[in-house]
């Protein structure tokens, strides 16, 4: 007895049995990944009863901390205020590593003169501008912005510049002989080529950017996220600071999992698991 298209359809088409494993490794995914979080949480609150509450605080004190209301609205505040820095440089970062990647990627003399100087930058910590940023922009604003930059940019140039280096000539010879303008050719044939590598360090550059942001606000005028630590631990209350770093690693994953679900929608054709 044959069967109709229709049926076909209903049963989920002849891709059905690929979609119900994929959706299965999905699910395996995420259950790995809570299951980490979970165990990593009991680890903390079996170490943390081995010690004062002074010295370590157990994970449900923190968590009964950011669940309380009015905490929670003293915390989503400053993180509004720290995140507008951090969006400017990390943006910055972007704006200036794109491009400047791309060229030194592919023009070696470029790379010859710039690369001593991205290799020394790059040497140096990021805390060692800070005496230079209050100097050059003051202690708000504008230094917290600069030192997100310098925090995220040298790491997203490194990998732009070996996405740019790693796309083949045999493609810009393709694109040529279809008759693709040099515009059509950055676009559609080098653009897609390293887009694993931009994806790639736009998840670098996010996680170096939240860690500038936190650097600033503690290193610079102690504002937002940097005063609630310093209050904290003025008055020895190791449960608010350590609910301020765990919100700051609450919001890594966030950036982390929204650029990943990215890089799964628009390199389905690369994306690994």
Known sequence: ????????????????????RLRRLLDADRLTQAASIVAGLLIWELAATQYSAFILPPPSAVLKRLFDPAYDAKLLGAMYQALKHMFAGFGLAVAVAVPLGILMGR???????????????????????????????????????????????????????????????????????????PLQVALKVALPAMLP?????????????????????????????????????????????????????????????IIAALERRFLHWHHRR
């Open 197 to 257: 590598f931009l994806m790639t360090a736009f998840r670098v550059g996010i996680a170096r950017a939240i860690n500038g942001m936190i650097t600033a606000e503690l290193f610079l005028a102690a504002v937002n996220l940097g005063a609630m630590m310093k209050n904290a631990s003025r008055v020895f209350d190791t449960t608010g600071l350590l609910a301020v770093v765990v919100a700051v690693a609450l919001l890594g994953l966030l950036a982390q999992s």
């Open 107 to 181: 023009l070696p003399r470029l790379n010859a003169m710039l690369d001593p100087i991205v290799s020394a930058l790059y040497a140096i910590p990021a805390v060692a501008f800070v005496p230079f940023l209050v100097i050059w922009f003051g202690l708000f604003f504008e230094s917290r912005m600069a030192l997100v930059f310098i925090m995220a940019f040298p790491d997203m140039l490194v990998v732009i510049v070996a996405g740019a280096r790693d796309v083949k000539r045999s493609l810009f010879a393709v694109g040529r002989s279809f008759g693709a303008s």
């Open 1 to 20: 007895m044959s069967t109709s298209p229709s049926e076909i359809l209903a049963a989920g088409g002849p891709g059905a049995g690929r979609g119900s």
